[in-house]
């Protein structure tokens, strides 16, 4: 393999609705070259950083039935007992969720938790508080889908952030779709909150990195009473 070739396999692909995105930063660049070229090389680190928040990189899933795999790149914010939104229709009980905090520097492309069938897609407009913040659950503009497994049913909220102004959903009701394929984005930071199954245990822990399409946050198959964490 040839250097250029060996360089362009490390660069991750970029997904489509990024495009614009990428072209704007860039033309603006080097309409700031022409005005002043200090303005111009600011501007074309933040095209760069556009091009890696859109980035689309290949991940490798496990697919054992049971497994229930992280949706989202980021860091695990919380895992607790919540009662679930009401438009997800999965009852009026506390289930266990676990929340995943993306960054502006995290991929932002979304991956299905299990494989199934897409039952509900919800859409509901609100605020654009810090996504950290647990309120954020209740207040921020989200999309909630509910996939239907063979281990039951399972809620995913993409939640709207700080600075994120816009949801993009690539699926619809009554799609079938598999664990880790992509199912949405969410633009510039945000939260994706993962409802499981009542007696469901979590296998991450708060503080935890999370790959989307890789990482196990649960095993329905498993025995396990739970796992110990350690932070170094």
């Given at each position: 393999m040839s250097i250029a070739n060996s360089i362009r396999a490390q660069i991750p692909p970029i997904h489509p609705e990024?495009?614009?995105f990428i072209g704007a930063f860039a033309l603006t660049s080097l309409i700031l070259f022409w005005i002043w070229t200090p303005l111009g090389w600011i501007a074309t680190g933040l095209t760069v950083w556009c091009a890696l928040f859109f980035r689309d990189p290949v991940r490798v899933t496990p697919v054992r039935d049971g497994i229930v795999v992280s949706p989202a790149d980021g860091r695990v914010s919380m895992v607790a007992q919540v009662l679930p939104p009401a438009e997800l229709g999965l009852g009026d009980r506390p289930l266990p969720r676990i929340s995943i905090f993306m960054s502006v520097f995290n991929c932002h492309v979304n991956r299905s938790p299990v494989a199934g069938r897409i039952d509900r897609i919800?859409?509901?407009p609100g605020t654009f508080i810090n996504a950290e913040l647990d309120k954020a659950s209740e207040d921020n503009?989200?999309?909630s889908?509910?996939?239907s497994s063979t281990n039951g049913r399972i809620g995913v909220v993409q939640i709207a952030g700080?600075?994120?102004r816009r949801i993009v959903s690539f699926v619809r009701e009554g799609q079938s779709i598999g664990a880790g394929e992509?199912?949405?984005l969410i633009r510039f930071g945000s939260r994706l909150d993962v409802y499981l199954p009542e007696g469901t245990r979590a296998l991450v822990s708060e503080g935890q990195t999370a790959i989307a399409g890789e990482t196990i946050l649960a095993d329905f198959g498993s025995s396990e009473?739970?796992?110990a964490f350690r932070a170094d």
């Open positions: 990024g495009y614009p919800a859409y509901r503009e989200r999309n889908l509910v996939i700080l600075v994120a992509r199912f949405g009473q739970g796992r």
